[in-house]
């Protein structure tokens, strides 16, 4: 098939812009013409709450990546679904994650559409974790232009019917591995790189840093009493996109000073295995979630999981097994910790990730997006 890829991707750091490339490159190992269409303006500086959009990475040159769209202009939302209609796709495919895109988005397709072509559309979060008056007002314009829908967690099926009326096709598939950050390291070459002591335990939060993502909640369960009997540490990987200031005075009220490692800064990708490699357990805390991409490097790297039961983190982390689901709750997320520490459930748990994580190949999504396209 002749495919195009609607989406952020490099120069666009993050993983949308992963997802988006492995996406595409998994796409081309089976054999289709694929392109993907990114932003040349994604947001305006003052609408991005991170330090840059964009990545540090050597330009991809085995994908085909055409910068086309101004995500605020709708002269170049029109220019670029004429452009991609003129190449007479069989699919595209529009990875969508929030409401500001749809305007964008329902725009392209509209112009893009031919009498062959059909519109897929990805989604990633169809009402955010942190929503706003556009997410009741923006999406309705996107998902009319759309033939069908592919999910990755069954609550984001029930988000994408809020606006859909029409009953337009849809599948779930699970967020596909994230394989590309290279093979696990040992942990004493990876404590060397980051600095740290290999004979220490480690607790990893990864990802960038806002409110839903429960941060707050991690450090008052790694403050529990009972976490001191281990030489454990928690190690903050990620950039804050909101104001560090309250987690810092956590820090220090809850007596954690010389127990938690902050590495806050954008992970690029090429260091991202040195901190999934010397993690014993990754935990995400999240008071709120659809699917979740670091649970997928924690899969690749082999690396049990504590999550929170919500959004669609239980339906890929099965409890006991691969790791922990807990409530959203300081008291069950230190249990659970306490409980794999205690008890040595790594071994056990590493056992069943290796067998567990045979269910999230690319192939599988792919295959889901090409029965939702037949």
């Not at 709750?329 to 290796?354: C, G, H, T, W, Y």
């Amino acid at each position: 098939m002749k495919i195009i890829i609607v989406g952020t991707a490099f120069p666009y750091r993050g993983g949308l812009a992963a997802y988006n490339e492995r996406l595409a490159r998994e796409y081309v190992k089976q054999g289709n013409d694929v392109e993907i269409v990114t932003f040349s303006l994604q947001y305006p500086g003052f609408l991005f709450p991170g330090r840059t959009q964009f990545s540090t990475e050597s330009t991809p040159t085995d994908l085909k990546i055409s910068r086309r769209i101004n995500a605020v202009n709708p002269l170049s939302w029109i220019k670029a679904g004429k452009e991609i209609k003129k190449k007479a796709p069989d699919m595209v495919i529009f990875c969508y994650w929030m409401a500001f895109m749809a305007p964008c988005f329902g725009t392209i397709a509209r112009y893009a559409r031919g009498s062959k072509t059909k519109m897929v559309a990805m989604i990633h979060n169809m009402i955010p974790h942190e929503p706003t008056i556009l997410d009741r007002l923006f999406p309705n314009y996107f998902v009319k232009a759309m033939d069908g829908f592919v999910a990755m967690a069954e609550s984001v099926v029930a988000d994408i019917n809020y606006f859909d009326k029409q009953g337009k096709p849809k599948a779930v598939s699970p967020h596909p591995i994230y394989d590309h950050y290279g093979d696990v390291l040992t942990k004493k070459e990876a404590a060397l790189r980051l600095g740290l002591h290999e004979q220490k335990k480690y607790i990893l939060f990864f990802g960038f840093i806002r409110q839903y993502k429960g941060l707050d909640l991690l450090l008052e369960a790694f403050a529990d009493k009972r976490l001191r009997e281990f030489p454990v540490r928690l190690i903050v990987a990620g950039e804050f996109y909101e104001n560090p200031q309250p987690y810092l005075e956590s820090i220090i009220k809850l007596k954690l000073e010389g127990l938690v490692e902050l590495r806050t800064g954008f992970i690029p990708d090429n260091e991202v295995r040195n901190y999934f490699s010397v993690a014993d357990i990754v935990a995400q805390p999240y008071r709120s979630a659809t699917q979740s991409g670091v649970s997928q490097i924690a899969y690749h790297f082999e690396k049990p999981m504590l999550v929170t039961n919500v959004g669609g983190l239980a339906e890929i982390v099965p409890d006991g097994k691969v790791g922990y689901v807990v409530e959203v709750s300081p008291k069950q997320i230190a249990d659970a910790l306490v409980d794999f520490f205690a008890n040595n459930r790594a071994e056990m748990m590493i056992e069943n990730i290796k067998i567990e994580k045979q269910k999230f190949a690319w192939s599988r999504m792919t295959d889901t997006i090409n029965g939702l396209f037949n």
